[in-house]
């Protein structure tokens, strides 16, 4: 099955700075990449996805940037602000074929702090 | 709209009880699924229910089962409690089998005890 590390596992950065958290996947055949945020006491949150066919996705201070020879894909947080501090999860999924549905793996999570 | 929404928010139980726990989906989804979060193992996937069948399963024991009604609620059940199930148990709802985008609800925070 998937597996997906996820590193770091806590990032600190002062308020105004770039965040970069970063993840490995292990199955070629995934083909769908979404980045999860979540606030204390409440579910993850679907910030941003990306699709194998497609190195770099941006939506204003959030990117994200796959590299399917390296089976690694990236979350980029400019201008951090107060409100990014959450706990980041990327994940991988195959999408579903005619032979059955694949369910989405998780990494471990990412403990971002950003610093007034 | 409504998101998603988990009942109880909280929960104390003792070894050897069972536990159930409540989903209702976004209006319009038929899919459902559980996570089991922990500080140690992160997210891993419980099981994702569509038009009222169990369509997929994770590793996890057979104490831990659930279902779907036709209005695609979906309740999750833990039988003989473990200290171990200690956990915040998530339910995500998407639009239909299969469908990459998962929306999550607030969870149901179990402690055994």
């Known amino acids: 099955g998937e597996n997906v590390e996820q590193h770091p596992s806590t990032l600190s950065v002062q308020e105004g700075d770039s965040a970069v958290i970063k993840c490995t996947y292990s199955?070629?055949?995934?083909?769908?990449f979404p980045w999860y945020k979540q606030e204390l006491g409440k579910g993850p949150q679907l910030i941003i996805d990306?699709?194998?066919?497609?190195g770099e996705k941006k939506d204003q201070r959030i990117a994200v940037t796959l590299n399917k020879t390296a089976k690694h894909f990236s979350l980029h947080i400019t201008e951090t602000q107060p409100e990014d501090s959450a706990v980041y999860f990327c994940?991988?999924?195959?999408?579903?074929?005619?032979?059955?549905?694949?369910?989405?793996?998780f990494g471990t999570g990412t403990k971002l702090q950003v610093i007034p | 709209k409504a998101g998603v929404t988990q009942t109880p928010r909280y929960l104390i139980k003792t070894r050897g009880q069972q536990v159930t726990l409540s989903c209702s989906p976004i209006?319009?989804?038929?899919?459902v699924s559980w996570y089991q979060q922990t500080p140690g193992q992160g997210l891993q996937f419980l099981f994702e229910?569509?038009?009222?069948?169990?369509?997929n399963k994770g590793n996890f024991p057979g104490r831990f089962s659930g279902r779907q009604f036709s209005n695609s609620r979906s309740e999750m059940n833990v039988s003989t409690l473990e200290l171990g199930d200690s956990a915040l148990y998530l339910c995500?709802?998407?639009?239909?089998?299969?469908?990459?985008?998962?929306?999550f609800g607030s969870g149901t925070q179990l402690s055994v005890l």
């Open positions: 995500a709802s998407s639009l239909r089998e299969g469908y990459e985008k998962l929306f």
């Open positions: 199955d070629s055949a995934s083909n769908y």
């Open positions: 990306i699709r194998s066919n497609v």
């Open positions: 994940a991988a999924k195959e999408t579903m074929n005619s032979g059955g549905y694949q369910k989405v793996t």
């Open positions: 209006s319009g989804h038929r899919s």
């Open positions: 229910y569509f038009s009222e069948t169990q369509r």
